[in-house]
């Protein structure tokens, strides 16, 4: 069963900075991508960012320059990814969701979705 945790999220004023963070655990082959969307009050999930295995990384086009994707590999069955958020404006208030593309086995990779986080910019 495979696990994604999200935390780091909260309410920051215009300008301000924030790390999110999400820790994939449990039994699984590889984690193939894991990265970010956000889901605003009355619009569409869009992608924020994402992070490969090999560790190519892509930003949307809006959130270039101010956000950036990490990841660290901490055992074979633990990893974490990060979203830093620089200059954060009020329309980047949303619900965040971590995602994996996950393989439970060597034949099998699905997307695995973490429970959200609320990122809430506003003075």
């Known amino acids: 069963q495979v696990r994604l945790v999200e935390s780091g999220g909260g309410l920051v004023q215009p300008g301000g900075s924030l790390r999110l963070s999400c820790a994939a655990s449990?039994?699984?082959?590889?984690?193939?991508?894991m990265g970010w969307y956000r889901q605003a009050a009355g619009k569409q999930r869009e992608l924020v960012a994402t992070?490969?295995?090999?560790?190519?990384?892509?930003?949307?086009d809006s959130m270039k320059g101010r956000f950036t994707i990490s990841r660290d590999n901490i055992a074979n069955t633990a990893n974490t990814v990060y979203l830093q958020m620089n200059s954060l404006k009020p329309e980047d208030t949303a619900v965040y969701y971590c995602?994996?593309?996950?393989?439970?086995?060597?034949?099998?990779?699905?997307?695995?979705w973490g429970q959200g986080t609320q990122v809430t910019v506003s003075s």
């Open positions: 449990g039994s699984f082959f590889s984690i193939n991508a």
């Open positions: 995602y994996g593309f996950i393989a439970t086995t060597s034949a099998l990779a699905s997307t695995h």
């Open positions: 992070i490969t295995r090999g560790g190519n990384t892509n930003i949307a």
